[in-house]
């Protein structure tokens, strides 16, 4: 039998398939397409020429992007994983090209994103032998993968490659690395398909402590739900829902966990912790008891972690027992999926639609809002946010880079559906989002996608713009230019006596032109009316383009809680 006659394999009877011979490298196209990638993005080397040649002849079955560099390739793959919930896969050669991957891996660890990297590495008999392109791949990403995996028999990859699948998606999802040498790639073995990879089971929460957290729920008389990105992940937005409606009780989020519910939801009270609004934080301040629902209570919420809602009991709600008592140390712990134990909670506990609680939450709303433009004619952070939010409609996908551009469409963009912002919280990897923004239109064609980003983010993943243009995949990216390394600066300003030292990089770059030279369009706006016709007509383009947006460099993140302090050290502005 041959490769051709047994490409339909694996959607047959069990008793008609019957063991083939293939190279390792055909393995590896074949199992990809057994657990249901369709989409690889990849970038072809000497150690995985083989993989690559098997990939060419299953293009009827997966479709392979090559990005303009490898770790933006690993950033594309994570943010395809995030929009579409599947696993996203990154194939890289040995050498610079798997080290290339670790950023975007450490990113997908710490953002728990599911993703399976294949390296290529030298053949077995040049391992331990500094060869050229050598590296141990292995070594190198343990502390940022889930596991990592190298294959010493062709006869284990496809079992390998299967396993590969179920720890990156099982549980708390993350990266896990298959490390292939070269010339297990050109073996042959006897293969018969391994079958789908099976999440692995968690067990339930037990009865006695869901009964506990009920009774301390219904006993509480300002409670506070804070989500986190695992409730997004889990696909528990609407037991999120239900459960906080029907209890009436406020929810804060994370940054990862911003559009588990509508930001217009009147429950809503968006982002709690450094850059959080003040309500979220008035909230956390005040409640007696909080639930935390798939966060880890990391620094940027907690920043001073023994007083972190002081007056408050703690429930914790994680499938991940390492993250119980972490970081602040919790009354009750309930490990399972979110949408299992939120649905479960919410079948047990009274309902409460009205307190006195929510209306003390109202009024310090209404009393301390979010801060406003310094000047709304020119180009603004959050004069930009309303005209992406009014003209790309709630379908759009918002991805973001990293720094004030991120903490401003954080705290002003009206998200209305979970996955649809895809943005670096946990490694804070400036150069994420253009390799990102390019997986996401790759997992949903049909939506807009606009990257929001700083020109300091911008300048560290620019070249992907040549892998949106040649791959059809468009992308808005909309630069916030200051000139300056703006939230760097803006601790210079706040915690340095403004000794602005080496954060006004001095770049002469021409972005729209940059945009026009690598196949796109380019845009230039300094004032709010140029910014909105330029944006209507590059969503109208169906083109990639790059919006250059002039902003003030003294336009800075706020309110603020200084690093290492707690809610009540808000900063509202600065002076």
């Not at 099982?170 to 999440?199: F, M, Q």
């Not at 963009?413 to 390799?435: D, E, Q, W």
């Not at 300056?484 to 002469?508: C, E, H, I, N």
Request: hydrophobic letters at 40%; aromatic letters at 6%.
């Amino acid at each position: 039998m041959n490769l051709t006659e047994t490409r339909n394999m694996t959607d047959a009877p069990d008793a008609a398939r019957h063991p083939v011979t293939l190279t390792g490298a055909q393995i590896v196209a074949e199992v990809l397409i057994e657990q249901g990638a369709d989409t690889v993005f990849a970038y072809p080397g000497g150690s995985v020429l083989n993989i690559f040649d098997a990939l060419g002849a299953r293009s009827d079955r997966l479709r392979v992007l090559l990005p303009a560099h490898e770790q933006g390739g690993c950033h594309a793959a994570d943010g395809y994983a995030r929009v579409s919930g599947k696993c996203g896969v990154m194939i890289a050669t040995s050498g610079p090209g798997a080290t290339n991957l670790v950023t975007g891996l450490a990113n997908a660890y710490m953002d728990s994103v599911p993703l399976v990297a294949i390296t290529g590495n030298v053949t077995r008999a040049l391992m331990g032998r500094d060869s050229f392109q050598e590296v141990d791949i292995c070594g190198v990403t343990m502390p940022i993968t889930k596991h990592g995996f190298l294959v010493q028999r062709v006869e284990t990859l496809a079992e390998t490659l299967k396993e590969a699948f179920a720890i990156a998606t099982s549980g708390r999802p993350g990266p896990v690395l298959v490390d292939i040498p070269k010339d297990i790639t050109a073996e042959t073995c006897e293969y018969l398909p391994v079958g789908r990879y099976r999440e692995r089971d968690h067990p339930p929460v037990k009865d006695n402590i869901l009964r506990q957290a009920a009774d301390m729920i219904a006993r509480s008389k300002r409670p506070l739900l804070f989500c986190g990105g695992g409730v997004v992940r889990a696909g528990a937005s609407d037991a999120l829902r239900a459960f906080a409606e029907k209890r009436g009780i406020p929810v804060a989020s994370s940054l990862m966990g911003l559009t588990a519910l509508p930001s217009s939801h009147p429950l809503m009270l968006g982002m709690i912790g450094m850059h959080g609004t003040p309500v979220s934080n008035y909230a956390g301040e005040e409640c007696d008891l909080l639930i935390n629902a798939g966060s880890r209570f990391s620094d940027r919420v907690a920043g001073d972690r023994k007083r972190f809602a002081p007056n408050a009991r703690l429930i914790h709600l994680d499938i991940d027992p390492s993250e119980f008592d972490k970081n602040v140390i919790c009354d009750l712990h309930l490990r399972g999926d979110a949408g299992d134990i939120l649905q479960k909670l919410t079948g047990v506990v009274p309902a409460n639609t009205g307190n006195d609680w929510q209306n003390e939450i109202t009024h310090f709303k209404a009393k301390h809002p979010m801060p406003e433009e310094m000047e709304p004619l020119r180009a603004n952070p959050r004069g930009i946010l309303r005209a992406i939010a009014g003209l790309a409609g709630n379908d759009a996908l918002i991805v973001t880079d990293v720094g004030q551009h991120q903490m401003w469409t954080a705290q002003y963009y009206p998200f209305a559906k979970p996955r649809s912002l895809i943005t670096s919280g946990g490694l804070g990897a400036m150069g994420f989002g253009m390799g990102a923004a390019v997986g996401a239109k790759a997992a949903a064609p049909d939506r807009p996608v606009v990257l929001i980003t700083g020109d300091g983010s911008f300048h560290m993943d620019m070249g992907e713009i040549a892998a949106s243009v040649t791959e059809g995949l468009p992308v808005v990216a909309v630069v916030m230019n200051n000139g300056v390394l703006g939230m760097v600066r803006q601790w210079q300003r706040m915690f340095y006596d403004a000794r602005f030292s080496y954060t006004t990089p001095g770049r002469k770059t021409d972005f729209a032109k940059l945009a026009e030279a690598l196949g796109g369009l380019g845009f230039r706006a300094d004032t709010m009316s140029l910014f909105t016709a330029a944006f209507k007509e590059a969503l109208a383009s169906g083109q990639t383009c790059v919006i250059d947006c002039v902003i003030d460099p003294d336009e800075n993140v706020f309110p603020m809680i200084p690093p290492g302090k707690a809610g009540n050290d808000i900063v509202y502005c600065e002076g």
